[in-house]
C-alpha cells in the first residue's frame, strides 16, 4: 500500500497535477508519526511513510495548504474524508486546489496502548492472525492485535470514502457501529454519577490545547480562546467548576459540525474520553432532527443551523433533561 | 465616565406592595457610574418623564436605566422623553421589575432582592451601550391575504377599496371557505349563498385583488413592510386562462364516485370537478387521487370534450415569488372529526350527522334537493335530537377545552328552520349552557323555545344506540327535572367542536408568529391589540385567532384590512437600529450565520486583507444589510467564533448583564 502510495504521489509530482503532497513521516521514534507536506520524489523516497501508526487526519492542515499556490495531493482515510467534506461545507477549503487520493482505513494502532501493557522500545509491529507481534529492542512481544487498536478505530462509523479524485484499493460501506453505546451508559447514570464522571475526567486537563489543535472543526481564523474580547480568552482554571468550562464550551462550537473523527481523544495526553462529549450531541441532534452525519455530503443542512415545520418544540429537549 | 441615572417606578402600588422601592433606589445608588437614583409613583406620567429629562440635563448623564414595567409597555415612552432631553434613545435600558418580578412574588425581601438584582443587570449592560441611530425601510404597497373564506374575502376588500393591490391565497379550487357551505345564517335567517356569493364575485371583479386559488404559501422571508413570500400553485391539469367553467367536462367524467366535499361527503361528484355553482374562479380542477388519466393514463374524457382545450395532464406545480408589505391570516376552522366521540355512534349509523352535513342535508343545492331526508332510507325524520358542546368545554384530550361559541346559536337555527319547515318533526336539544350573547342572539333562542316548542333539555348525552328497526335510541339525562330519558329518535345533530384549520401551524411557523396551546393565532395584546400578531406587518383575521361567527368574523376582518391599510399608506417605515454586524478580521465565512438568517439579510463577499506577515489575503467574509437585518440575534448565537454581533444587544453586553446577576 504504502509503495503504491509512493508511486502514485510521485507520477502525479512529475506530471505537474500537483506541487506538493501531504502524506506522513516517522518522527523520533518508530510509531510517532506526524503529517508532513513533501515537494520532491527525493523526499517522498526518503521520508513518506503508511503504517499501522499513521493515525492523524490531515483534512485540518488543508485549510492552510489550500491558499498557497498549486494543487496539493492528500491521502485521506474514509474518516479523513467526511471532515474534508464538513469543511469544504464552510467555505474553509478551496476544493479546486487539493487533489485526493482515498485510502483504506484502519484499524490503525495505538502506541500508547501498547506501551501501557509495558512494552517499551517498539521497533515495528505485525499482524500475524490477529496476534501482534511487536519487535522491541529488547526482543520480540505479543498481544493480541485488536487490544492495540486506537479508540476511534474501534468505533468506525465508516470505511466508505464520500469525497475523492482517485482511489488506491477499493472504497467500503458505512458501517454499523456501537459508538453511541458509552453515551448510553453515561445517559443511563444519575446526574450526580454523570457529574462525578466529568469531573473526575476533566480534571485530568491540563489545558494544553492539543485537542483544540487537532479538531477538524476548530479553524476558526481567530478562536474564542484566544480572543480577549469573549471574555473566556486563555483562562486558567480557577476553580473545579471552571475547569469544565473550557471543553463544555468546545463542544458545544463544534455540535453539529463535528464528524465525530475522535482526534480529540487520540491526542489528549491525560486521555480524557473528550469524543464522548461531541457523540452525546451527535446521538441527540439523530434522535431529536432524524439521524445526520456531519460531512457525509455537501448539501444537507446542519439541523443546528436549520428549521423545519416538524422540528421538536423546545420543550421536548427541556423534558428530557428533567429528572 | 459614565453617568448614570436610575429611576424606580412603583406604579402605583403594581411594584410598590411587593417590591421595597426606596431601599432598589438606595442600593442602586452605590453600584458603579450612578450619579443620580430615584423612585417615583409614575414614572411613565408626564411628572415621572420629566424627573427622568431633567436629571440628565442637570447631571448630564450618560445612560438611564429604568426599573420599571415591561420593555414592551414603556420602552418607547421613555427612550422619546430621553431623546427630547437630548440623550440618544439607545442609552435607556429597562429593568423589568414588575411582570418579571413584583407580579410573580409574593415576600417582600425575595423581591426586593431580585428588583436590585435586575437594575444591577440593567446598569452593567447600559454601561457598555453606544449610541444608535434609526433608518427607514420602504414599504411594498401590496397586501397578501392567506385563506380566501368570508374573513379573508372582507380584509381583501377593504384594503382593496383603499386603493391597494392585494393577494388572496386560498389553499381550495374556489374562495368562500367554510360560509358557502352554510345554508342559513342567524340570527336573521337569511341564506349564506345570498349575502357570501356577491362579496365573492366582487372580490374577482376587483381590479385591485388578484385571487391564487388552489394555491399555498410554502415560503416567507422579510419583515413588516418588504415581506418576500413563496406561492406554491398547485396544479390542478386545467389551464386558468382557457377554462370559461362551462361544466360540460364534469358532466362527461367517467369517474363519478368521488366523496364531494362541499356537501360534507354526503353525495360524490366527478374527479373533475367544480366545487359549486358559484364558485370564483369558476375553474375546474382534476382531482389526482381519482381521475383515471392521471392515474393510470387510460381516459382522457375531459380532454376531448373541452372545447377550449384547457385540459392539461401534464401541468406541475409551480412557485411564484411576490413582495408584501403587510399580510392578514385567515386560515378558518373545521370542526373537528366525530370519531372520538364513540358514545354518540356517529361511524355506525348514517342517521347521526354532524351539523354541518345537516346544513347540506338542508340546503338546496345539497344532496336531497333542500328537502331535510334521512341519509339512509331517504324518508323524512320525525324526531330529531341535537347534542351540543361535542368536544367543546371538553376536559380530555378527546376534544377542545374552549367553547366553540357558534354552536349553541346555530343549534338554535337548525331547531327553529326544521320547526318552521315541517311542524310535525319533534325536536329535542342537549345542553350544558346555551350561550348567547350578541346583538338578537337571546331573542333568537327564546323564539326557538317559546315559539316553535323545541324542547331544551339541560342535560349531557350518555348513549346513542342505532336500532334494528331504523331508530336511533338517544340515552340522556334530564338535570332539571332529575330524570333518565330514552328518546327514539330519526336523525341525530352532534355539534362538534371547531379547530383551527391544520395549515395554521406550519404557517405561523413561516410567519414567525406566535400561536396558543390550541393552535390559534396569538393577538399582540388580548384586549388592545386584537388584530395584530406580535409580529410586526401580520395581521389575524376570523377564527384563526379565535372562535367567533359571522358577524364577529367580518367585523375583524375590517379592522385587520384597516390596520393593514394604515401600514400601507406609509411610504417608509423607521428600522431598528439594533442590527448585526460582523467583525471582519474574526469571520470563517463559514455561511452558519446566512443560513440561520430569517431575514435573508447575510450575504458573503470575497475581500482583500493586509495579513499580520505583509501579505495580501483574499477572504470570504459576511457581510449584513442592515435595511434588511431585523436584529433577531441568530446569527450571533449561530457564528462559532463571536464575529457576529448585535448593536444594542452586543454579546459583551450580554456577558455583563450574566456577570451583574451571577455576583
Known amino acids: 500500500m504504502q509503495e503504491k502510495m509512493k508511486q502514485r504521489a510521485k507520477e502525479l509530482l512529475a506530471d505537474g497535477t500537483v506541487n506538493r503532497v501531504m502524506g506522513w513521516k516517522k518522527g523520533e521514534f518508530g510509531y510517532d508519526t506526524t503529517p508532513a ?26 485549510v492552510k495548504e489550500s491558499k498557497k499556490d498549486g494543487v496539493i495531493l492528500a491521502f485521506l482515510k474514509p474518516c479523513d474524508t467526511y471532515s474534508f467534506n464538513q469543511l469544504l461545507k464552510e467555505h474553509r477549503i478551496d476544493r479546486e486546489k487539493v487533489y485526493i487520493i482515498g485510502i483504506p482505513g484502519g484499524p490503525k494502532l495505538d502506541a500508547e496502548i501498547i506501551k501501557s501493557k509495558g512494552i517499551t522500545g517498539i521497533t515495528g509491529v505485525k499482524n500475524v492472525n490477529y496476534t501482534l507481534v511487536i519487535d522491541t529492542i529488547y526482543g520480540e512481544e505479543k498481544m493480541p492485535f485488536y487490544e492495540a487498536v486506537s479508540v476511534k478505530c474501534k468505533s468506525c462509523k465508516s470505511k466508505k470514502h464520500v469525497i475523492y479524485d482517485e482511489l488506491i484499493g477499493d472504497d467500503g460501506d458505512i458501517l454499523e457501529s456501537d459508538r453511541f453505546d458509552e453515551v448510553e451508559k453515561l445517559e443511563n447514570m444519575t446526574s450526580r454519577e454523570r457529574f462525578d464522571f466529568w469531573q473526575r475526567e476533566l480534571s485530568k486537563c491540563i489545558r494544553c490545547n492539543a485537542c483544540k489543535n487537532v479538531c477538524p472543526a476548530c479553524t476558526c481564523e481567530k478562536c474564542v480562546f484566544d480572543n480577549p474580547k469573549s471574555g473566556i480568552e486563555n483562562k486558567a482554571v480557577s476553580d473545579s467548576f471552571e475547569e469544565k468550562l473550557f471543553h463544555i464550551i468546545r463542544a458545544f462550537h463544534v455540535a453539529g459540525r463535528c464528524t465525530d473523527c475522535g482526534e480529540c481523544s487520540r491526542v489528549c495526553p491525560q486521555n480524557i474520553p473528550l469524543h464522548l462529549l461531541n457523540r452525546k450531541f451527535i446521538k441527540d441532534i439523530n434522535s431529536l432532527y432524524g439521524e445526520y452525519q456531519a460531512g457525509a455530503d455537501l448539501d444537507t443542512k446542519n439541523p443546528l443551523t436549520d428549521y423545519s415545520t416538524d422540528d421538536c418544540e423546545p420543550s421536548i429537549v427541556h423534558e428530557r433533561g428533567v429528572e | 465616565m459614565n453617568r448614570i441615572g436610575v429611576f424606580v417606578c412603583h406604579c402605583g402600588t403594581n411594584i410598590a406592595s411587593t417590591v421595597d422601592v426606596k431601599a432598589v433606589a438606595e442600593a442602586l445608588s452605590h453600584e458603579r457610574g450612578v450619579v443620580i437614583s430615584q423612585d417615583y409613583q409614575y414614572m411613565c406620567s408626564e411628572s415621572g418623564q420629566n424627573l427622568v429629562k431633567n436629571a440628565i440635563k442637570e447631571h448630564n448623564l450618560t ?13 418607547n415612552t421613555f427612550r422619546k422623553a430621553c431623546s427630547e432631553a437630548g440623550l440618544n434613545p439607545y442609552l435607556v435600558e429597562i429593568a423589568n421589575i414588575r411582570e418579571q418580578c413584583s407580579w410573580i412574588h409574593k415576600d417582600i425581601t425575595t423581591a426586593t432582592e431580585k428588583a436590585v438584582i435586575l437594575g444591577r443587570t440593567a446598569i452593567a449592560k447600559v454601561t457598555l451601550n453606544t449610541p444608535l441611530t434609526s433608518m427607514e425601510s420602504p414599504v411594498v404597497k401590496r397586501a397578501l391575504v392567506i385563506g380566501g373564506g368570508i374573513a379573508g374575502i372582507q380584509s381583501a376588500l377593504d384594503i382593496a377599496e383603499a386603493g391597494f393591490e392585494v393577494d388572496i391565497v386560498e389553499k381550495e379550487p374556489t374562495i368562500g371557505g367554510k360560509m358557502a357551505q352554510i345554508d342559513k345564517t342567524f340570527p336573521t335567517l337569511d341564506c349564506a349563498a345570498c349575502i357570501l356569493t356577491p362579496k365573492m364575485v366582487e372580490a374577482s371583479q376587483n381590479e385591485n385583488i388578484n385571487i391564487y386559488s388552489f394555491s399555498e404559501v410554502s415560503d416567507v422571508k422579510g419583515f413588516v413592510g418588504n415581506f418576500t413570500v413563496k406561492i406554491k400553485r398547485k396544479a390542478r391539469y386545467v389551464d386558468e386562462t382557457k377554462c370559461t367553467g362551462c361544466g360540460l367536462c364534469t358532466e362527461k367524467c367517467p369517474m363519478k364516485k368521488v366523496p364531494n366535499e362541499f356537501n360534507a361527503g354526503l353525495d360524490n361528484r366527478t374527479a373533475i370537478y367544480i366545487p359549486f355553482a358559484q364558485a370564483v374562479p369558476k375553474i375546474a380542477t382534476i382531482d389526482p387521487n381519482y381521475c383515471m388519466m392521471l392515474k393510470n393514463g387510460k381516459c382522457g374524457v375531459c380532454s376531448k370534450v373541452c372545447t377550449a382545450g384547457a385540459v392539461d395532464y401534464k401541468q406541475k406545480d409551480e412557485f411564484i415569488e411576490k413582495k408584501y408589505g403587510a399580510i392578514v391570516v385567515a386560515t378558518g376552522y373545521n370542526p373537528i372529526s366525530p370519531e372520538k366521540f364513540d358514545e354518540y355512534a356517529y361511524s355506525q349509523c348514517p342517521d347521526v350527522v354532524t351539523s354541518l352535513e345537516l346544513e347540506r342535508l338542508m340546503n338546496a343545492a345539497g344532496p336531497n334537493g333542500g328537502t331535510l331526508l334521512r341519509p339512509s332510507d331517504k324518508k323524512h325524520p320525525e324526531k330529531i335530537v341535537f347534542i351540543q358542546c361535542v368536544g367543546s368545554r371538553c376536559d380530555d384530550d378527546r376534544g377542545k377545552p374552549y367553547c366553540s361559541k357558534i354552536c349553541c346559536m346555530y343549534t338554535a337555527k337548525h331547531a327553529m328552520l326544521i320547526r318552521e319547515k315541517y311542524p310535525d318533526t319533534e325536536v329535542y336539544v342537549f345542553y350544558i349552557d346555551v350561550r348567547t350573547p350578541g346583538k338578537n342572539f337571546d331573542e333568537f333562542y327564546r323564539r326557538a323555545v317559546e315559539q316553535y316548542n323545541v324542547h331544551y333539555i339541560k342535560g349531557m348525552v350518555g348513549k346513542v344506540t342505532p336500532k334494528a328497526n331504523g331508530k336511533i335510541e338517544v340515552q340522556g339525562s334530564d338535570m332539571l327535572a332529575d330524570e333518565q330519558l330514552r328518546i327514539d329518535a330519526d336523525l341525530v345533530v352532534l355539534a362538534m367542536a371547531i379547530e383551527p384549520d391544520k395549515s395554521a401551524r406550519p404557517l405561523a411557523t ?47 376582518a375590517s379592522a385587520a384590512a384597516a390596520k393593514a391599510i394604515g401600514l400601507l399608506c406609509k411610504n417608509s417605515i423607521t428600522c431598528n437600529p439594533c442590527v448585526a454586524h460582523s467583525d471582519e478580521l474574526m469571520c470563517n465565512g463559514c455561511s452558519a450565520c446566512e443560513k440561520v438568517c430569517p431575514y435573508g ?27 434588511v437585518c431585523q436584529g433577531c440575534g441568530a446569527c450571533t448565537v449561530a ?21 451583574a446577576i451571577c455576583k
Do not use: W
Open chain 1, 37 to 62: 507536506v513533501f515537494r520532491s520524489a527525493e523526499e517522498i523516497d526518503k521520508y513518506f511513510v503508511c503504517d499501522d501508526f499513521t493515525n492523524s487526519n490531515l483534512s485540518k492542515l488543508l
Open chain 2, 63 to 75: 445612560g438611564v436605566v429604568i426599573c420599571s414595567c415591561s420593555p414592551r409597555m414603556h420602552e
Open chain 2, 510 to 556: 413561516m410567519l414567525t408568529t406566535q400561536m396558543d396551546t390550541n393552535d390559534f393565532f396569538t393577538e399582540a395584546h388580548p384586549k388592545l391589540r386584537p388584530v395584530e400578531s406580535a409580529t410586526a406587518g401580520i395581521f389575524l383575521s376570523g377564527v384563526c385567532q379565535g372562535p367567533k361567527d359571522i358577524p364577529e368574523t367580518v367585523a375583524q
Open chain 2, 601 to 627: 439579510a447575510i450575504t458573503y463577499e470575497n475581500k482583500e486583507f493586509r495579513m499580520p506577515d505583509r501579505t495580501v489575503a483574499v477572504r470570504r467574509v459576511a457581510s449584513v444589510n442592515p435595511a
Open chain 2, 639 to 659: 457564528c462559532p467564533s463571536g464575529a457576529m454581533d448585535l448593536n444594542g444587544f452586543s454579546n459583551s453586553q450580554i456577558m455583563a448583564e450574566v456577570d
